[in-house]
């Protein structure tokens, strides 16, 4: 009876156990990477970026591919004279220009607009959220570079008809040497984007870095500027993409790619834990 008089509001409550307790759900690693997709194609500069880097490809590829064609019918060349990839890759010139600015535009858009704040305060572990928006890029760049590797390639093999030589495999080395190439560029432009934070600013030094300097270092007669010159990223992408053989293979070149991108990541991730937002 006395049990019953005690106000509903003053008897002890049990504790839920851990085991009872909701599991949370939509943070960490996986959160973060989540959020950063959805920043990433919510931007209108996202999808023009890609639609006109694709279709500029595409014509660009078509023109060379059917200007070598009636080069070699007029010069008489034999069927099988010409190798695709060496048409299929001429517009990666024009396109990794886009992918320079996809990443740099994933990384300096929040800057400019303020977000970063709330990124920061939504992810405050620095490393997690410079992680998942690498994973992003990194995700996009790659399936941006397949997709130009086959296009390229393909259009080249229908307009070189019957003076294309190569087959699927020489078709899928060209792919992946592309891939990697553009994904390590744009993952060393996004790094530079968190040192700069500055979209003008970071396109331009990133510029200057993958363009400027391998053309300044080549131009000047000295032996250890050229031998810089040559482990740059525009260099090593070129011996990756042309399967050279001096100064140095393929291996070496993926490797020179990788350390770029991760030295940018790493050095924005520091300046970032030491001047936030």
């Known amino acids: 009876m006395t049990d019953n008089l005690v106000p509903l509001a003053g008897r002890a409550r049990p504790r839920a156990s851990n085991a009872e307790l909701p599991t949370p759900r939509g943070g960490g690693f996986p959160g973060a990477v989540s959020s950063e997709w959805s920043k990433f194609w919510t931007l209108r500069s996202t999808w ?32 099988g004279s010409v190798p695709v990839g060496s048409v299929g890759v001429s517009g990666l010139q024009l396109v990794q220009f886009a992918i320079i600015a996809l990443a740099i535009i994933a990384v300096c858009s929040e800057y400019q607009t303020g977000s970063i704040r709330s990124t920061l305060q939504w992810v405050p572990k620095r490393v997690r959220m410079i992680a998942a928006k690498t994973t992003v890029v990194t995700v996009v760049c790659a399936a941006t570079g397949i997709v130009f590797g086959l296009l390229g390639d393909g259009i080249a093999w229908i307009a070189l008809g019957p003076y294309r030589s190569g087959g699927v495999d020489d078709v899928v080395r060209d792919v992946l040497a592309v891939t990697v190439y553009l994904t390590s560029l744009g993952v060393f432009s996004m790094g530079l984007g968190f040192m700069i934070r500055s979209t003008a600013g970071t396109f331009a030094i990133a510029l200057l870095a993958v363009f400027g300097l391998p053309a300044a270092f080549q131009a000047v007669d000295s032996a250890i500027l050229n031998t810089m010159g040559q482990y740059l990223p525009l260099s090593a992408g070129g011996y990756l993409i042309d399967r050279a053989v001096e100064p140095y293979g393929p291996g070496t070149a993926v490797a020179v790619l990788v350390a770029w991108a991760v030295v940018a990541v790493v050095a924005g991730g520091v300046l970032l834990k030491r001047r936030d937002a």
């Open 48 to 79: 023009w970026t890609l639609i006109a880097s694709t279709l500029l490809l595409a014509a660009f590829t078509a023109v060379i591919a059917l200007a070598t064609r009636l080069q070699v019918q007029a010069e008489n060349g034999q069927p």
